[in-house]
């Protein structure tokens, strides 16, 4: 089966600083009929403000993905990471037995862009940790890169949960990406428009469940993850 959720549909939350929209039930926004998606558990679409930003909260038992699609997002923990995550970034932030982090657009001047995507971690109580790496735009240009997965393969960063991350970047004009090989029960995509393309809604969902399909509905084979393939799409131009 096949659904189409369209980004005016999602749950949203405006603070002023922070304009968020939900794909699934998230703070005060709360929907029985999305709840998550296998151990895929938050999608949240985030602009934030110049200057504005999450003081220092924590987090425990998930597996948290951010994914920067314009601007810049400065980030602390208890851990004592500190960093700067950019467009091209992946950050991996695993929640585990406890840890505490703030998050504020690095910028007093641009708002900052980005997913943040949650993951059911495979058991409670691991220890916390932090990966960032970046992924050139060539690797991600009109094909699927993996950039999360359970084993770090092809260089992507390590989530300890049954799910792989990839996106792509697609150029103006471009209907199809080139696919890797992957094996899911459940898949689950998204697309992201930026400059003039208008091939997705922003923030556009689509979750394929029940079979072994890519999220252009093709059947599938081969090997990859086992539980759920997740895919982010940007349009350039």
Same mark, same amino acid.
């Given at each position: 089966?096949?659904?189409?959720?369209?980004?005016?549909?999602?749950?949203?939350?405006?603070? %002023?600083? /922070?304009?968020?929209?939900?794909?699934?039930?998230?703070?005060?926004? *709360?929907? $029985?009929?999305?709840?998550?998606?296998?151990?895929?558990?938050?999608?949240?679409?985030?602009?934030?403000?110049?200057?504005?930003?999450?003081?220092?909260?924590?987090?425990?038992?998930? =597996?948290?993905?951010? *994914?920067? /699609?314009?601007?810049?997002?400065?980030?602390?923990?208890?851990?004592?990471?500190?960093?700067? &995550?950019? $467009?091209?970034?992946?950050?991996?932030?695993?929640?585990?037995?406890?840890?505490?982090?703030?998050?504020?657009?690095?910028?007093?001047?641009?708002?900052?862009?980005?997913?943040?995507?949650?993951?059911? $971690?495979?058991?409670?109580?691991?220890?916390?940790?932090? =990966?960032?790496?970046?992924?050139?735009?060539?690797?991600?240009? #009109?094909?699927?890169?993996?950039?999360?997965?359970?084993?770090?393969? @092809?260089?992507?960063?390590?989530?300890?949960?049954?799910?792989?991350?990839?996106?792509?970047?697609?150029?103006?004009?471009?209907?199809?990406?080139?696919? $890797?090989? &992957?094996?899911?029960?459940?898949?689950?995509?998204?697309?992201?428009?930026?400059?003039?393309?208008?091939? *997705?809604?922003?923030?556009?969902?689509?979750?394929?469940?029940?079979?072994?399909? @890519?999220?252009?509905?093709?059947?599938?084979?081969? %090997?990859?993850?086992? #539980?759920?393939?997740?895919?982010?799409?940007?349009?350039?131009?």
């Amino acid at each position: 089966m096949q659904t189409i959720r369209r980004a005016n549909e999602r749950g949203r939350a405006n603070f %002023g600083w /922070l304009d968020s929209r939900h794909t699934f039930s998230f703070g005060e926004y *709360y929907d $029985p009929a999305h709840m998550g998606f296998g151990p895929l558990r938050v999608i949240n679409d985030d602009r934030v403000a110049p200057g504005g930003g999450f003081p220092t909260h924590p987090h425990r038992d998930m =597996e948290i993905v951010s *994914y920067v /699609l314009s601007g810049a997002l400065a980030h602390k923990d208890s851990l004592g990471t500190g960093s700067t &995550i950019k $467009p091209g970034d992946v950050q991996r932030m695993s929640a585990g037995a406890g840890i505490a982090h703030s998050e504020f657009n690095a910028s007093d001047k641009e708002p900052v862009h980005f997913l943040q995507i949650w993951f059911l $971690p495979e058991k409670r109580g691991l220890a916390p940790g932090y =990966e960032q790496k970046n992924f050139d735009a060539d690797a991600k240009r #009109d094909r699927l890169r993996l950039v999360a997965s359970p084993d770090g393969r @092809d260089g992507s960063v390590t989530i300890r949960s049954d799910a792989a991350l990839y996106v792509s970047l697609l150029g103006e004009g471009a209907k199809r990406v080139a696919r $890797p090989r &992957i094996r899911a029960r459940r898949v689950a995509a998204c697309g992201a428009r930026l400059g003039r393309g208008r091939r *997705y809604a922003a923030g556009r969902r689509r979750r394929i469940g029940g079979e072994r399909r @890519d999220r252009a509905g093709d059947r599938r084979q081969g %090997g990859g993850v086992g #539980d759920i393939c997740c895919s982010i799409s940007e349009r350039s131009g």
